[in-house]
């Protein structure tokens, strides 16, 4: 691991110098990610390397330990004065309990509110702002769940940036992440709502069609890349033109995870070979 490490620390190094960035700590986190994503090795390593975020925001683990110690010790203070109640004070000791428990269900509430932080923090990708690897497989899962016996009205769509190693080495991986997070702005505009993006890993993301047609869901994946070959993505003096090639495949009943990401992926194997393409697997 120590050689990976090194080889990644060297490589991030060499990109801040070619895009004229000095190593300080948030460029060096990001140049040093977006190497591991493109190498793949992300949720391998992490949290292993101490330039990957824990999977739990430090601020909001901070505040549920204070929430935590709020509650004991307002329970210590209930179970204090009930271990040393006497008759004359029974009517102050039931105020002070109501007034305990008030004080307790507010901490409860702001500590609920802190664990839905902490897990919506655990299924978006830092960078772009989507939903991650672990959100899809939690999503589609369930969805798949319903669909042991039937076919659903369920599509799935990969999209992955033709060529995107060359636009790394060739302007660096800062502008590389400024291309996907400008490439998925285009992509969020181009579908509906109600459908879901993942970042897979790297350049690859996945769109879930759930409740969608083949057609529908084709006519989208033509729309975006159609709009992503015809923008230009300006950064600073640099003008650079990309496209995408995607998989495209139908829910059949019995998939799980495994299978119907495999026959995407397929899918879009065969659409890297024309380029600017989709293909679709049966």
Known sequence: MEEIIL???NKTLE?????????????????FNSILQERGLLEELNPKILCIAPDLNEEIL??????????????????KNIKNLKPENIEDLKK????????????????????????????????????????LKQ??????????????????????IDNFKKVNEKYGH????????????????NIRKENYIYRYEGDKFVIVFNRSTLEL??????RVLYKVFNKKLKYKDNLIHVSLSAGITQHKRGDNFETIIKRVLEALTLAKLEKNSYKIKD
């Not at 070619?18 to 700590?25: D, E, I, V, W």
């Not at 505040?63 to 010790?73: G, P």
């Not at 007034?99 to 923090?121: F, K, M, P, S, T």
């Not at 869901?217 to 033509?222: D, R």
């Open 96 to 135: 002070n309990i109501e007034r305990n428990l008030d004080l307790i269900q507010g901490e409860l509430d702001l500590l609920d509110n802190d664990v839905e932080d902490a897990y919506h923090q655990l299924l978006i990708d830092p960078l772009t702002k989507v939903y991650n690897k672990r959100a």
């Open 139 to 160: 999503d589609l899962n369930t969805i798949l769940s319903k669909g042991k016996d039937k076919n659903l009205d369920l599509v799935i769509a990969v999209i992955d």
């Open 62 to 79: 901070t505040k549920t330990m204070e929430s935590i110690k709020t509650i004991f010790s307002l329970s210590e203070d209930i179970r």
């Open 7 to 9: 080889d990644i620390s």
């Open 174 to 189: 800062l502008i590389g992440d400024f291309v996907l997070i400008k490439v998925i702005e285009i992509v969020r505009k």
């Open 217 to 222: 869901a084709e006519n989208s994946v033509k």
């Open 15 to 31: 990109e801040l110098k070619k895009a004229s960035k000095l190593p300080y700590p948030l460029y060096y986190k990001n140049v």
